[in-house]
């Protein structure tokens, strides 16, 4: 049963702000081990800044700055136009964000210097830069799967070109986008089943801890400590706990757990850590791109 139009609203933005929670709880531990993190925090479980970054309480990286990104070039536009989206992302790079990936600065620089949407297809880029931000694409495309697969590939191609990327972007904006639409914990697990039965190194039935950059080591977590946990600050915790890419694990883990979870879940202490405006930014965004989507506006194929 499809659930009511406030609730949609509400887990869409969940989804988002789980982004922004995941990245700002995870930044502190990235690149950790998770004997470093047991050794300085026991539990790392509070939004704290700090990490390598020497971030402020409730600041957020790359992860929620380039779903932002996206996010605002739908809404300029009205529409989907990958030109403003790598414009946006270009505007960012040049305010020298606290963070950028080296993947992510090069499909830039590629686009600052040929005008090119789409990076060649490239055995190195199988990393998880293009699934972090995956939000906007899976609230702006809810209720057209179509669409969904075709602008998560397309955004993902100005940095990340990739199979495995490919695979990963579109089954984490599925499972987002089922999940906002009520389905429960069982949904979910067929997806991942789908995309382990296609690209079976994604299986993650015997999880080995392992929690870098690599897009199979960031699902292989998310996955894990989705299907093993019972909240969302428990699946959150656990991810960001495992160290390595901990800012992204935590960002893709909180976009999936916010839309499952909901808004009530999303802890009032992390929330109240998150800076203001970025928070501001977020929950009117995700109402915005959900009226645009073809859920609120069935003629709408672009």
């Not at 802890?267 to 915005?288: C, H, Q, S, V, Y």
Request: glycine letters at 10%; one cysteine or more.
């Amino acid at each position: 049963m499809k659930p009511e139009r406030n609730d949609i609203y509400a887990r869409a933005q969940a989804a988002f702000l789980g982004v922004a929670l995941g990245d700002a709880l995870g930044a502190t531990t990235e690149f950790m081990t998770p004997g470093e993190i047991k050794s300085r925090y026991r539990v790392h479980r509070k939004i704290i800044g700090g990490g390598w970054l020497g971030l402020k309480a409730g600041q957020v990286t790359d992860d929620t700055e380039m779903s932002l990104a996206i996010a605002e070039a739908i809404i300029q536009q009205q529409e989907w136009d990958l030109k403003q989206i790598a414009e946006n992302f270009l505007a960012w790079m040049r305010s020298r964000p606290v963070d950028i990936g080296s993947t992510v600065r090069k499909g830039i620089r590629s686009y600052m210097t040929y005008g090119t949407l789409e990076v060649p297809d490239n055995e190195w880029d199988a990393g998880n830069g293009a699934v972090m931000r995956m939000a906007p694409v899976a609230l702006y495309t809810l209720g057209n799967p179509n669409l969904l697969r075709r602008y998560a590939i397309q955004q993902a191609h100005l940095t990340h070109h990739h199979r495995l990327s490919d695979a990963a972007c579109i089954c984490v904006g599925r499972m987002t986008q089922a999940a906002i639409l009520g389905a429960d914990r069982f949904d979910l697990h067929a997806m991942t089943r789908e995309l382990t039965l296609e690209f079976p190194t994604f299986k993650f039935n015997r999880y080995k801890g392992l929690a870098s950059g690599y897009v199979v080591d960031t699902l292989q977590t998310v996955f894990h400590y989705l299907f093993s946990t019972a909240s969302f600050e428990e699946c959150l915790t656990g991810i960001v706990n495992q160290g390595g890419d901990a800012d992204t694990t935590g960002a893709i883990g909180g976009m999936i757990a916010g839309a499952f979870y909901g808004t009530e879940a999303l802890p009032k202490k992390w929330l109240k850590k998150l800076n203001p405006a970025t928070r501001a930014d977020i929950e009117t965004k995700a109402k915005e791109l959900v009226r645009l989507s073809p859920l609120e506006q069935p003629g709408r194929r672009s």
